[in-house]
């Protein structure tokens, strides 16, 4: 980051209650515990800008298994079709209901700096689609859900960005790729996340790097797994 051209960014994915222990309805193991690190990195001043990411659904969203009749939270899927065209479809897992907009499973966890964000995204807003990444939900004939975020960081002329946050193995994974897709360098800072799988986080990494993702760790370089 000594670069002067580096212009960093950090995106704190989904830091809410729902995704923490003891009491969220999608808790992933040690969720709050990443809480300090991400603080710590909010205090770093490089960034030029600090974006928290929220999951906002509306209680008759698509992801929870409790909108279809028979389907089980973790362990079934769901076909999504384009609202906009119905050729263009993706199968997604369901979830037990969570961070229903307004609802105390949404809020942001009170640990979270939030007087050092500068700007907060809500994302998965649209019934009918999954939306993961804090960029945009995967359909693009025609896009469906696009959230700003990559213009709001071209306008301040960032080229890295560094992502943290719930759930290592969904929001952060997808938020990391579209921001590479967007043409940013682009790093997870392994302390700062928690998976939902951990075996599938673990033997996912490789591709992920390969498709661009820099997994950094705070104690050392970038690590090879
Ligand atoms: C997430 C599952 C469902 C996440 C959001 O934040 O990783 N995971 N909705
Ligand atoms: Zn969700």
């Excluded at 999608?26 to 909010?42: M, Y």
């Excluded at 037990?96 to 809500?122: F, N, Y």
Aim: aromatic share 6%.
């Amino acid at each position: 980051m000594s670069d002067p051209a580096c212009k960093p960014a950090l995106i704190v994915v989904d830091l809410q209650e729902d995704f923490c222990p003891p009491n969220g309805s999608l808790a992933v193991e040690e969720g709050r515990d990443v809480a300090s690190v991400v603080n710590d990195l909010l205090s770093v001043p490089s960034f030029v800008i600090r974006v928290a990411t929220k999951d906002w659904h509306p209680a008759d969203h698509i992801s929870f298994a409790s909108n279809h009749a028979g389907k089980q939270p973790f362990v079934d899927t769901v076909t999504v079709v384009n609202p906009h065209n119905a050729n263009e479809t993706y199968e997604t897992r369901l979830w037990p209901v969570h961070c229903v907009q307004g609802s105390p499973g949404a809020a942001l966890i009170p640990e979270l700096h939030i007087d050092k964000v500068d700007r907060i995204i809500e994302k998965g807003q649209r019934k009918e689609v999954e939306m993961y990444s804090a960029f945009y939900d995967p359909l693009t004939q025609p896009r469906v859900s696009d959230s700003g975020l990559s213009g709001v960081l071209k306008e301040h002329g960032v080229t890295d960005v560094y992502v943290v946050g719930l759930a290592a193995d969904y929001c952060v994974q997808s938020t990391a790729l579209d921001a590479v897709k967007e043409g940013f360098k682009t790093y997870i800072v392994e302390e700062g996340t928690r998976p939902v799988d951990g075996k599938a986080w673990a033997d996912g990494k490789q591709d992920l790097q390969n498709m661009g993702v820099r997994l950094v760790s705070l104690s050392g370089p970038e690590v090879e797994r």
